[in-house]
């Protein structure tokens, strides 16, 4: 899956006008599918707009960091198209999901988050089978809800469907090894095998 996204979601990041999002992502897909990638094409939004305009140019999967909670059309776009959907865990917001975030029990409360909006997308007409979840590491969790949501991954596996896990030299890995943001390669790297065994 190449996942192509034109608004930031790192922590403290502002929203993009969807015209904006448009032309960042828009010629990025023509331009993969005009070039025969065979990889499965994700677009990154919240965005019902910049979703159709993605799938119309390619795109199968929509990625919503929000769950299908920002924009009330993208369930709907989603189901009518046919498209896969990831539906991720996050605290908050971009701009304010770092900010002191707690949980009683995280795999837990993530857990039944992801269960209610597969919920949600199913009663609203997206197949099951069409369902990708993600507990959204780094997004409103610390260092050790991180490493407690990846220890604890077969907790988020047993909801039945594929998971999705985005560790790319995120700020945890960061504390764990010390490294700054472009030296985090080989930490990306053991997370994500720790994640698949």
């Known amino acids: ?15 993009v006008p969807e015209a904006e999002e448009l032309r960042r992502v828009v010629p990025v897909i023509s331009g993969l599918i005009s070039a025969g990638v065979t990889a499965r094409i994700s677009i990154d939004t919240t965005k019902a707009g910049v979703a159709a305009a993605a799938l119309e140019a390619g795109a199968t999967l929509v990625n919503d960091v929000s769950a299908l ?18 539906l991720m865990h996050m605290l908050g917001e971009p701009r304010t999901m770092q900010s002191d975030p707690h949980y009683g029990d995280v795999v837990a409360e993530v857990k039944a988050f992801l269960i209610k909006r597969m919920a949600f997308a199913i009663d609203r007409g997206i197949a099951e089978e069409r369902i990708m979840l993600d507990p959204g590491i780094g997004f409103g969790k610390t260092c050790e809800h991180n490493l407690e949501l990846l220890r604890r991954l077969p907790e988020i596996t047993a909801i ?11 700020s945890f890995l960061g504390r764990i090894t010390g490294r700054e943001v472009d030296d985090r390669l080989a930490a990306t790297i053991a997370s994500n095998v720790i994640a698949f065994e």
């Not at 899956?1 to 990041?13: H, M, Q, V, W, Y």
């Not at 039945?160 to 995120?170: E, F, L, W, Y």
């Open 69 to 86: 909670r920002a924009d009330p059309a993208l369930t709907g776009l989603v189901a009518d198209a046919g498209a896969d959907v990831c």
């Open 160 to 170: 039945g469907r594929p998971v999705v896990i985005g560790t790319s030299r995120k």
């Open 1 to 15: 899956i190449l996942d192509i996204g034109g608004e930031s979601t790192r922590p403290g990041a502002h929203p």
